[in-house]
């Protein structure tokens, strides 16, 4: 079944493998519903791509040689939640899927899957489905309650300036940047992402990032 469309879905592929960007492609080439708008080498190169472009949906390997396509989907997402990203691997691995999920990712992709099942797929990804096999479902949740069971702590609630630097923090401003903005020295902000990070059992920015995402401190408020 075909989506409801106009025209043609745009997608950018993105993997630093020559032949693999072209079996995609041929696949995408099969069918007059979709079309290859970009092709990128690197992760950065996609977060590019996927601003000058703006692409229906992006096929993105999850091996990437600078940024991954996990962070760089994080990134993608953050900035244009309207983008679909569809990670391709060729490992049918339940924790990759699932930290992908977490990405923003809709699903991903096995390389290799025949050219009629990625069609499929594809059309089920732009009709906001997950397809999944139910042994690969059945993966997920076990992962899924393996590391629920492994967070005995309870997260502390964050005071009201925490959230301010957490907030500031996924926006991507630096130390010396939030300290500005809230006419703090930097050792403070240090000291509340110690604190914050402590209290929610995160260990760097982007989990940080990732987790501000989740509450709805990002994006920026208006």
């Keep these: 079944m075909r989506p409801n469309r106009d025209s ?19 696949i995408i080439d099969m069918h007059d519903d979709m079309v290859v708008i970009g092709e990128a080498k690197s992760g950065e190169e996609a977060i590019t791509l996927a601003e000058q472009l703006m692409p229906d949906l992006i096929l993105m390997d999850i091996h990437l040689p600078d940024i991954d396509g996990l962070h760089a989907t994080r990134i993608i997402k953050g900035h244009f939640p309207a983008i679909k990203v569809v990670i391709v691997t060729v490992s049918d691995d339940a ?3 699932l930290e992908a999920l977490k990405c923003g990712a809709q699903g991903y992709l096995l ?8 069609y499929e797929c594809l059309q089920a990804f732009i009709r906001d489905e ?12 076990n992962e899924f309650n393996r590391k629920k ?28 940047e939030i300290a500005g903005k809230l006419h703090l020295s930097e050792y403070t902000v240090k000291n509340h992402l110690k604190n914050i990070m402590q209290k929610l059992h995160l260990n760097n920015r982007v ?16």
């Design 8 to 26: 043609p879905l745009n997608i950018l592929i993105v993997d630093d493998a020559k032949h693999a960007r072209e079996a995609m492609r041929n």
């Design 95 to 97: 924790a990759n899927l």
């Design 111 to 118: 390389k290799h899957l025949t050219s009629s099942t990625w």
């Design 130 to 141: 997950v397809p999944l096999s139910r042994t690969l479902a059945s993966q997920i949740l």
């Design 149 to 176: 069971e492994g967070t005995s702590e309870e997260r502390q609630p964050l005071t009201h300036r925490e959230r301010e630097v957490l907030h500031l923090v996924a926006l991507g401003l630096t130390n010396k």
């Design 207 to 222: 989990q940080l990032t990732r987790y501000a995402y989740e509450q709805g401190l990002y994006p920026p408020k208006n």
